[in-house]
């Protein structure tokens, strides 16, 4: 029970964005850097911490002394607590998670509206072809065809997108809303400041340059 108690928790911290109630406060740099170096530190150490308990399932104090691991691991980053790592990681990890999925609807928009201009193209270059009076009539009949399947395409990505659409801006809405309660404007200008390290912690590897294209409008986002 305690080693499938402590993994939960290592499970919790580092793979996922954990609800905290309170006041909103303000995150510092300092404290966004020392986040950071916990993160790292842990998923280091977590496989060993998680070897040794399972290597001691059966001692009395294995569940103990792993979280008494995780903890030291924690305020040798200079975080006095693991209640104040939890807090930091909701806070940092909501706000780069709403951060990353606006992006990635805005990349979707623009790939859908891209698309659309594509089949547009493709509209008016086959159009050409049938007005043009040198084509055969055979040949016109199979861009006739062609034609067709480019609309029919065209309808089929575009109710998708919007199908697709309505499920995720409900739950950015939702995710929004959730965000909003513990964290404030400040909050986001620190953690965005810092989000190509947030985004090396929590992936292993550095952004891609031009990932994100433009910067999102953050008042649009969250407030």
């Keep these: 029970m305690k080693k499938a108690i402590f993994i939960s928790v290592i499970s919790v911290v580092l793979f996922s964005c954990v609800q905290v109630t309170g006041e909103k ?52 980053s200079d975080i006095e607590s693991y209640a104040e790592f939890v807090r930091l990681n909701a806070k940092i990890g909501s706000v780069f998670s709403i951060l990353q999925a606006s992006r990635g609807m805005n990349q979707q928009q623009n790939l859908q509206e891209s698309s659309q201009e594509m089949f547009s193209d493709g509209y008016r270059f086959i159009e050409e072809q049938l007005n043009d009076p040198d084509i055969p009539e055979e040949t016109k009949a199979e861009l006739r065809i062609t034609l067709e399947e480019l609309k029919k395409g065209s309808n089929e990505l575009k109710e998708e997108y919007e199908s697709n659409k309505v499920i995720a801006d409900w739950v950015f809405e939702k995710a929004k809303k959730v965000t909003g309660l513990i964290v404030n404007e400040a ?37």
Aim: glycine fraction near 8%.
């Design 25 to 76: 406060g303000t995150i510092t740099d300092e404290q966004v850097v020392n986040y950071l170096k916990a993160y790292k530190k842990l998923k280091e150490k977590a496989p060993d911490i998680l070897r040794n308990i399972n290597e001691n399932v059966n001692g009395s104090n294995a569940g103990k002394m792993g979280f008494n691991s995780f903890e030291s691991i924690i305020k040798e």
């Design 187 to 223: 909050d986001i200008d620190v953690i965005q400041a810092h989000e190509e390290e947030i985004f090396e912690a929590y992936t292993g590897f550095p952004r891609p340059k031009g990932f994100d294209g433009n910067m999102p409008d953050l008042d649009t986002i969250l407030w």
